[in-house]
């Protein structure tokens, strides 16, 4: 069992920056994939950024040049560096922890909600 607990959202202007973080407890780690993934209002959940516990990272296109995503391993933690925000990465944001050998096992965070509005 994995928790995750996100913090870092919050109002901020278009052209502007986030960084985002998620914290986790209560199993190994780096024996997990994490990953970053949005959901928008009347909209499905998206992928947003993943990275594996090697730090080999994937992006949706939305996010490629302007998100960055990582991970310390010491800390449990998994970042996303938000910057040149739009009004459409308005969402909330959840972190998610796949196990790399027993991909079944997906755990989700509360979510933190990002608004992006001037």
């Known amino acids: 069992q994995v928790q995750l607990v996100e913090s870092g959202g919050g109002l901020v202007q278009p052209g502007g920056s986030l960084r985002l973080s998620c914290a986790a407890s209560?199993?190994?780690?780096?024996?997990?994939?994490m990953g970053w993934y949005r959901q928008a209002p009347g909209k499905q959940r998206e992928l947003v950024a993943t990275i594996t516990n090697a730090g080999a990272t994937k992006y949706a296109d939305s996010a490629k040049g302007r998100f960055t995503i990582s991970r310390d391993n010491a800390k449990n933690t998994v970042y996303l560096q938000m910057n040149s925000l739009k009004p459409e990465d308005t969402a909330v944001y959840y972190c998610?922890?796949?196990?790399?050998?027993?991909?079944?096992?997906?755990?989700w965070g509360q979510g933190t909600q990002v608004t992006v509005s001037s």
């Open positions: 209560g199993s190994i780690f780096s024996m997990y994939t």
């Open positions: 998610n922890a796949q196990h790399l050998v027993f991909r079944e096992y997906s755990y």
